[in-house]
């Protein structure tokens, strides 16, 4: 069990801009969750990634398989927080325990969004060996170049807030 590194703040704790987010969130949802409260010792990182987060949930990649995408990417990461919040948002979204299971293995039992999976766990991992044939090959399973581009944004949020609960020490709720 990972110790908890970095602590949650309060509104009143935290510096600058970021107690102004706080506040918003605050009294816009009622509470903080753990992973933003503790974003907020960094006002900059606090305020970029609300920004992105409100960005990608404009994204035109469905929902379910936005899902997918972040379940493969949260399992290479190895965030467990990160992992069970979107298990559960998957199945909020409709995926069934097979479709959670085959994403966590980084494919999908539709070849279209395997494709499109298999390049997000590339972007991730070895985003230098992208070749204009592996481009090809997701566009040929029939995505356009705004679902291409909008993977790495998929990606990038995924590392964001897997790398900072890692580095933090936020565990998932059950291992408390």
């Given amino acids: 069990m990972t110790t908890r590194r970095l602590t949650a703040l309060a509104p009143e704790q935290a ?55 972040s379940l493969a990417v949260q399992e290479w990461i190895g965030c467990g927080t990160c992992r069970e919040a979107h298990r559960e948002a998957g199945r909020a979204a409709g995926l069934t325990e097979t479709d959670i299971e085959l994403a966590r293995q980084g494919t999908s039992a539709d070849p279209r969004e395997a494709a499109l999976i298999g390049l997000a766990l590339r972007v991730l991992a070895e985003p230098g060996s992208l070749s204009d044939e592996d481009v090809a090959g997701v566009r040929a399973h029939g995505w356009s170049d705004r679902v291409i581009a909008e993977v790495v944004g998929v990606v990038t949020l995924n590392l964001l807030t897997g790398a900072f609960n890692l580095l933090a020490g936020i565990q998932p709720r059950d291992e408390d």
Wanted: no cysteine; charged share 25%.
């Fill in 15 to 69: 510096p600058g801009r970021a107690r102004e987010l706080l506040t918003d969130i605050v009294e816009r949802h009622g509470s903080v969750g753990e992973m933003v409260s503790t974003m907020a010792h960094s006002p900059a990182l606090l305020d970029g990634y609300l920004s992105l987060s409100r960005a990608m949930k404009r994204v035109k990649i469905p929902r379910a398989l936005s899902e997918k995408l």
